[in-house]
T-cell receptor, first 113, second 114 residues
Framework: KQEVTQIPAALSVPEGENLVLNCSFT??????LQWFRQDPGKGLTSLLL?????REQTSGRLNASLDKSSGRSTLYIAASQPGDSATYLC????????????FGAGTRLAVHP | DAGVTQSPTHLIKTRGQQVTLRCSPK?????VSWYQQALGQGPQFIFQ???????QRGNFPDRFSGHQFPNYSSELNVNALLLGDSALYLC?????????????FGAGSRLTVL
């Protein structure tokens, strides 16, 4: 069964800290992996898309890596700010299921001043 | 350039009723996918429409049905509503059905079943 797991489920950090969010997947036949941000009661905002041939993507203070052999992806947030507070979701397409994303349950991040 | 538009934003129904949710994809996108997100969980794939056909379906009962129109907009219908159908329903659009294409999500329709 293709599953995506995210740890920790929740994280609270002081402003300015660098932090890492973890995502693991059960099937190495991954096609692409995407990180999203979701504010309370809102839809999803795409942060980074890593294609299967890539190992990482960067956007501003965000860096996402992909290691297919170990079944892991990490989202690194540098110099966290209160505005980064949100739920971060990892999702993947798996080979043979190109048309659907499988999501993790998310990591709820709180950055306090 | 408008993104993905969903309506209504919130609605309340009672058990046994039927509901229709609507989605207009981002300009230039021709593929629409629907996801259900229960409170505290990640979204779960319901189905995807491309070229007015259902291309793939997740693990949802036949009470969940959909449609895509020639202008690429889509509807999600849920019959015989259950309490467990209470969730945020997200629509996502893309340029083509392939997993290589970035999905753009709408803000969602919050359904409460009493």
């Amino acid at each position: 069964k293709q599953e995506v797991t995210q740890i920790p489920a929740a994280l609270s950090v002081p402003e300015g800290e660098n932090l890492v969010l973890n995502c693991s997947f059960t099937d190495s036949a991954i096609y692409n992996l995407q990180w999203f941000r979701q504010d309370p009661g809102k839809g999803l905002t795409s942060l980074l898309l890593i294609q299967s041939s890539q190992r990482e993507q960067t956007s501003g203070r965000l860096n996402a890596s992909l290691d297919k052999s170990s079944g892991r992806s990490t989202l690194y947030i540098a110099a966290s700010q209160p505005g980064d507070s949100a739920t971060y979701l990892c999702a993947s397409w798996f080979s043979g299921g190109y048309n659907k994303l499988i999501f993790g349950a998310g990591t709820r991040l709180a950055v306090h001043p | 350039d408008a993104g993905v538009t969903q309506s209504p934003t919130h609605l309340i129904k009672t058990r046994g009723q039927q509901v229709t949710l609507r989605c207009s994809p981002k300009s230039g996108h021709d593929t629409v996918s629907w996801y259900q997100q229960a409170l505290g969980q990640g979204p779960q794939f319901i189905f995807q429409y491309y070229e007015e056909e259902e291309r793939q379906r997740g693990n949802f009962p036949d009470r969940f049905s959909g449609h895509q129109f020639p202008n690429y907009s889509s509807e999600l219908n849920v019959n015989a509503l259950l309490l467990g159908d209470s969730a945020l329903y997200l629509c996502a659009s893309s340029r083509g059905p392939s997993g290589a294409n970035v999905l753009t999500f709408g803000a969602g329709s919050r359904l409460t079943v009493l």
